[in-house]
């Protein structure tokens, strides 16, 4: 079962923008994290930008901060990730996920989301991905 859709990828050029949108179904509503990870051809999958569900906090992986924003709409259960300023280095395929996981000994709720969004491992729910190609 498809509980997230990921679209709005595409090819650029350098120095333009794209938004790209997940929406969410609402079986896995109630999650406690969201957010936005990539994967480029050889490389690792990072953590790219994510919120909390309730308070809205934010956090960016660094090569992206002040160009990316993630950003949701409740009515239409979508979160969104504009990315300006692109570069060839944000070639790749981007997934949304959602995750349930406590923090397993007390801290704060921006300390648990930087360490969730810093590791892919253990989300619970993935979107099958959207390509974004930033090329000349």
């Known amino acids: 079962q498809v509980h997230l859709v990921e679209s709005g990828g595409g090819l650029v050029q350098p120095g333009e923008s794209l938004r790209l949108s997940c929406v969410v179904s609402e079986f896995i509503s109630d999650y406690k994290r969201i957010g936005w990870f990539r994967q480029a051809p050889g490389k690792l999958r990072e953590g790219v930008a994510c919120?909390?569900?309730?308070?809205?906090?934010?956090y960016y992986e660094d090569s992206v901060k002040g160009r990316f924003t993630v950003s949701r709409d409740n009515v239409r259960n979508t979160l969104y990730l504009q990315m300006n300023s692109l570069t060839p280095e944000d070639t790749a395929v981007y997934y949304c996920?959602?995750?349930?996981?406590?923090?397993?000994?007390?801290?704060?709720?921006?300390?648990?989301?930087?360490?969730?969004?810093?590791?892919?491992?253990?989300?619970?729910?993935w979107g099958q991905g959207t390509q974004v190609t930033v090329s000349t």
């Open positions: 996920a959602a995750d349930y996981l406590v923090p397993p000994i007390p801290m704060s709720d921006t300390d648990y989301l930087s360490r969730r969004c810093s590791d892919s491992r253990a989300w619970d729910y």
């Open positions: 919120m909390s569900r309730t308070d809205g906090n934010t």
